[in-house]
């Protein structure tokens, strides 16, 4: 049993560092189509339009732009193993993997919440469109969730904004929070969590306030897919015998749905997680730029504005990672609510 569970643990990360690998490469692939010569990609390092040729012969022969692409590659490679994403023109010169610092756990504070609210909300009326299949609650879930998922997220967001925002005037519509009261000490960079830790509970209410349309946005966006295989997986399991015995045995309705079916129903959404995370991650970038919530997604707008690849290409990066791991963590999950995984 245990060798079986670490062979497969073994493979999943083998497979998670090739695909990462294979990320690395296509985003070389494609700096390199874009730009083919060397002082054409010294002149995007330098991220500066009036670079001077002595400071483009500089980066050309600090980066070795003229030396054969697979030692490029190589040293490429090395360079994101050890962190070095390049440096940001933007943000008076500084690493990019310190401007991303700042943004980063901004942006997952904000997706794992949209993410998780999505996902809740995606089981719940799945199972409630499986359980009553063929009644107006079902036909109501399918409006509803094809009505959401077919729309833009930057709408979504508008629409909520627009609402809660602008009319019921419940919740703010801009910022991470009042720009008034005073900001916690960085500990993770999350506001919520920081402002928890610290304990400023005026701060904490106000970035939980400021955080729920942007969250909510994107939970809106990303639920249907999760309703859509929690109502086929519930059916599944709600037309198989031990469901019929758990109804012979005289369990409520309630009981067999939720403590039968689902428990089995279950295992196949655990994958669809991962897919609903990454969906949020690049949601994320419209959606922040549209509450002006500044996380990665704002500073990847504001990078693509100014022109400033090297923070496009590590954004680009993260994000792969962020996906990579995510599926890593899901069949991670997935091996322990299925065993039999495990041998394949």
């Given at each position: ?177 009042n720009p008034f009261i005073r900001t ?126 090297e923070a496009v290409l590590a954004v ?29």
């Amino acid at each position: 049993m245990v060798s079986s569970i670490v062979l497969y643990l073994i493979r999943r990360g083998i497979n998670a560092v090739i695909t990462l690998l294979l990320l690395i490469a296509l985003l070389f692939i494609i700096l390199h189509s874009i730009v083919k010569t060397p002082v054409g990609l010294a002149r995007i390092i330098c991220g500066n339009p009036h670079c001077t040729n002595a400071a483009i012969s500089q980066i050309i022969k600090a980066n070795g732009l003229t030396n054969p692409l697979y030692i490029q590659f190589i040293a490429y490679v090395s360079n994101i193993f050890h962190g070095n994403f390049g440096i940001d023109t933007i943000y008076k010169n500084q690493p990019e993997i310190t401007v991303l610092g700042r943004f980063l756990p901004v942006t997952l504070e904000l997706v794992l919440t949209g993410s998780i609210i999505g996902v809740l909300i995606g089981i719940y009326t799945g199972s409630i469109a499986a359980a009553n299949r063929n009644r107006i609650h079902d036909y109501v879930v399918k409006a509803v969730y094809l009505t959401t998922w077919s729309t833009p997220v930057f709408l979504v967001g508008f629409i909520l904004a627009l609402i809660f925002a602008y009319w019921l005037k419940l919740l703010p519509a801009t910022l991470i929070a009042n720009p008034f009261i005073r900001t916690p000490k960085v500990v993770t960079g999350a506001p919520v969590i920081d402002a928890l830790i610290d304990g400023d509970w005026a701060y904490a209410y106000s970035a939980i306030q400021h955080l729920i349309l942007p969250a909510l946005a994107i939970a809106v966006a990303g639920f249907g897919i999760v309703t859509r295989l929690t109502r086929a997986s519930m059916i599944d399991a709600l037309d198989r015998d031990y469901v019929k015995l758990a109804y012979m045995k005289g369990l409520s309705k309630r009981q067999v749905v939720w403590g039968t079916a689902f428990r089995n129903a279950v295992i196949p959404i655990i994958t669809l997680i991962a897919l609903t995370f990454a969906f949020s991650v690049g949601g994320a970038v419209i959606i922040e730029d549209v509450f002006q919530y500044y996380g990665m997604g704002y500073f990847t707008v504001q990078a693509i504005y100014n022109f400033d690849y090297e923070a496009v290409l590590a954004v680009t990066l993260i994000v792969g990672i962020a996906v990579i791991l995510a599926n890593l963590v899901a069949d991670l999950l997935y091996a322990v609510a299925d065993p039999r995984v495990r041998l394949t």
